[in-house]
């Protein structure tokens, strides 16, 4: 039997990446600024319900969304529970100790995870010696951009610093997961994930939160959870799920490399921050790093299939 050959990236599907990196470096902002306002369970809960909501709008019954949603509620409750309920409920948890710096680094370890249990469980995106040096060279990319500061507080709490990276794993077991809702639009693949995880974490927060008990948070959190719900959430799982369907896992996942770069142009963009040497220093080792993962380097051309 012959080897599969793994999906590629071409030039729609890089543009789709870059929008969707951008779009999810905006998350961790827009969780800072909201967390410390609303509870880690109820803002995670809050996020995926609002998206939900505004999909189902969206859509409003077309792609037959209703009896997808009907036919596969199983594998919606796992994927949005490993997708949705369970990453960002511990990236919550984690950045009420942490700053948005840190959390989006140890989120960029996701493509290692994501390559292991591709490499275990599908027959198309096997291991290779390109994957694997594309991989080191995007975390050292992401390392050089946070920079040593973002590790010098010796007051950080370890539990803080190992939830983001248990939600690298599961975001991991998600991407492999979701090659099976390649069949169906991006938008009912979104909407029926984020549906399952609000019906998970809505009796979650009743519980753990108290919901009706948390005081109503100012503009800015409230603003924040609504960018965070329809833009990073909302709009960036469809991107998320037309990405998965043309390129596969393990380049999916590449993604959660073009995050702290873009974190980092949104700040000297819209906050005045300035890009210092170490920041493009950064940003061109995680390029390199996306080249060779694609196989476009000559001496990694070979081993990237």
């Known amino acids: 039997m012959p080897p599969v050959t793994p999906p590629r990236l071409n030039t729609m599907t890089w543009s789709l990446l870059a929008l969707l990196g951008l779009i999810w470096g905006g998350s961790f902002f827009f969780g800072r600024v909201a967390v410390p306002y609303v509870p880690p369970v109820t803002l995670a809960f809050l996020r995926l319900s609002i998206a939900a909501l505004a999909l189902h709008i969206y859509l409003h019954g077309r792609m037959d969304l209703y009896r997808s949603l009907w036919q596969r509620w199983p594998a919606f409750l796992l994927l949005g529970l490993i997708n949705n309920a369970i990453p960002h409920t511990l990236i919550l948890f984690g950045q009420t100790e942490i700053g948005a710096g840190l959390a989006a680094i140890l989120n960029a370890t996701t493509p290692i995870w994501t390559m292991l249990i591709a490499n275990r469980f599908t027959a198309d995106e096997k291991l290779s010696p390109a994957k694997l040096a594309g991989t080191v060279l995007g975390l050292a990319g992401t390392a050089v951009l946070i920079g040593p500061s973002a590790l010098k507080a010796s007051d950080i709490p370890l539990w803080a610093v190992i939830l983001p990276v248990m939600a690298a794993i599961s975001y991991g077991f998600a991407a492999t997961y979701g090659k099976r809702f390649r069949d169906l639009p991006a938008p009912v693949t979104a909407t029926g994930q984020l549906t399952a995880s609000s019906l998970i974490m809505l009796p979650t927060a009743l519980l753990v939160d108290h919901l009706w008990q948390i005081p109503v948070p100012p503009i800015e959190a409230v603003a924040a959870i609504l960018a965070l719900a329809l833009i990073s959430t909302a709009f960036g799982y ?13 380049n999916t996942s590449l993604v959660t490399l073009l995050v702290p770069p873009s974190a980092i142009l949104l700040g000297a963009l819209f906050l005045g921050e300035t890009l210092q040497a ?11 790093a996306l080249l060779v993962l694609d196989g476009r380097l000559p001496a990694f051309r070979r081993s990237a299939t």
Not at 238 to 250: D, K, N, V, Y
Not at 281 to 287: A, D, Q, T
């Open 238 to 250: 469809i991107l998320f799920f037309r990405i998965m369907a043309l390129a596969g896992a393990t």
């Open 278 to 288: 170490l920041d493009l220093v950064g940003m061109l080792l995680i390029g390199i």
